[in-house]
């Protein structure tokens, strides 16, 4: 059993960053490793946009043991609107995010700094600490 959220972690030259993590809310350990789906959508449920690309941003990609009540965390970015040609996706109401390995999608509120510019929406490894 695992709890998705995507707070914003920062800005650094022309791109926003988020922290994608999975907390275990489970009893006992669960076990992680790779990259997750991750999609945006609209209150309906719509998708905005396309998936996530894989990108090698963050240090993740070994075998996590997650404890009951950790998280991991995984690296998303998007430039920002100044930076592209002002083409941006709507902004989303909620995250679509499949742990790695899984067809069960999980689901939480989008922040509200997301918004996808220029065609660019990555998501890195999983790793066992916050970027």
């Known amino acids: 059993m695992l709890k998705a959220a995507m707070p914003a972690s920062g800005q650094e030259m022309n791109s926003k960053y988020f922290d994608l993590t999975l907390t275990n ?3 006992g350990p669960c076990t992680l490793k790779g990259y997750a789906g991750l999609s945006l959508t609209d209150a309906s449920g719509a998708r905005i946009g396309e998936p996530a690309e894989r990108s090698q941003d963050g240090s993740g990609g070994g075998l996590l043991k997650v404890a009951p009540g950790k998280a ?7 430039p920002g ?13 909620k995250i679509k995010v499949y ?10 509120e989008a922040p509200a700094a997301l918004q996808v510019c220029g065609d660019t929406f990555t998501v890195g490894p ?5 970027p």
Do not use: I, Q, Y
């Open 126 to 130: 999983f790793a066992a600490e916050a």
């Open 99 to 108: 742990p790695p390995d899984n067809t069960a999608a999980l689901s939480a």
């Open 72 to 78: 991991v965390h995984a690296v998303v970015k998007t």
């Open 25 to 27: 809310t489970s009893e």
């Open 81 to 93: 609107k100044d930076v592209t040609d002002g083409d941006c996706w709507r902004k989303p109401a």
